[in-house]
């Protein structure tokens, strides 16, 4: 089966730039997450949905970061304006159900660099 | 409040045995998972656990002790290409995941 589909896999930008990723998940999974990894870090959770609605958000900075998911398929990631310190990997993973045994499959990962 | 602990950076010898520890203070628990990552690469499924005790798969095994808030997992026979990041992460609820910081193993030869 296809992976989770991530891009762009590079971006660079100027701080209050805006940027935005995409992703495409497996096949039939209903369950989307976005994380945020920093170097040398765990992936942190930012936002989680089911189909198309929002499961969890709260660790999402949302005076500058929004995501969404139409139809309940790809998914969107934004952040406007960009920081310093949103310089991370941000990868996103999905689960065929948001169940106990339904481990995550992550994309490759979009590195944002912002300087 | 949630948190989990592993050693940030591991060696050991091409052909050994490496046991990674976790502990975890998590307000809930409903499951505790294992993921590799190679340097610039995405996270995969290794192991879960949710009961106590050992589950084993192939060369990769990993423990579970609930009262204790602890788990390891171990690697036998390792081969160079195990060198990676090792995450524990943990369920706290259904459907949300935790994650440690990693630990950096690095195989010698």
Redesign the interface.
């Known amino acids: 089966e296809a992976g989770v589909a991530q891009s762009p896999r590079y971006k660079i930008i100027e701080k209050r730039q805006s940027v935005a990723f995409w992703c495409n998940p497996i096949s039939g999974h209903a369950t989307l997450y976005w994380y945020q990894q920093i170097l040398g870090q765990g992936p942190k959770l930012l936002i989680q949905f089911q189909n198309n609605g929002v499961v969890d958000d709260s660790q999402l900075p949302k005076d500058r970061f929004s995501a969404e998911r139409l139809k309940g398929v790809d998914s969107t990631l934004k952040i406007q304006p960009a920081k310093l310190e949103d310089s991370a990997v941000y990868l996103c993973a999905s689960s065929l159900v948001s169940g106990l045994n339904s481990p995550l499959h992550f994309g490759n990962g979009t590195r944002l660099t912002v300087t | 409040g949630q948190n989990?602990d592993q050693p940030t950076e591991m060696t050991a010898t091409e052909g050994a045995i490496v046991q990674i520890n976790c502990t975890y203070q998590t307000s809930g628990f409903?499951?505790l998972?294992w993921y590799q990552q190679h340097a610039g690469?995405?996270?995969?499924?290794l192991s879960?656990n949710?009961l106590d005790g050992l589950e084993e798969k192939g060369r990769f095994s990993s423990f579970l002790s609930r009262s204790k808030g602890y788990s390891y997992l171990l690697l036998k026979e390792l081969q160079m290409k195990d060198s990676a990041s090792y995450?524990c992460?943990v369920?706290p609820r259904?459907?949300?995941?935790?994650?440690?910081?990693?630990t950096k193993l690095s195989v010698k030869p």
């Open positions: 989990i409903n499951g998972f690469e995405a996270p995969t499924f879960y949710v995450l992460a369920s259904q459907g949300n995941l935790i994650f440690g910081k990693g």
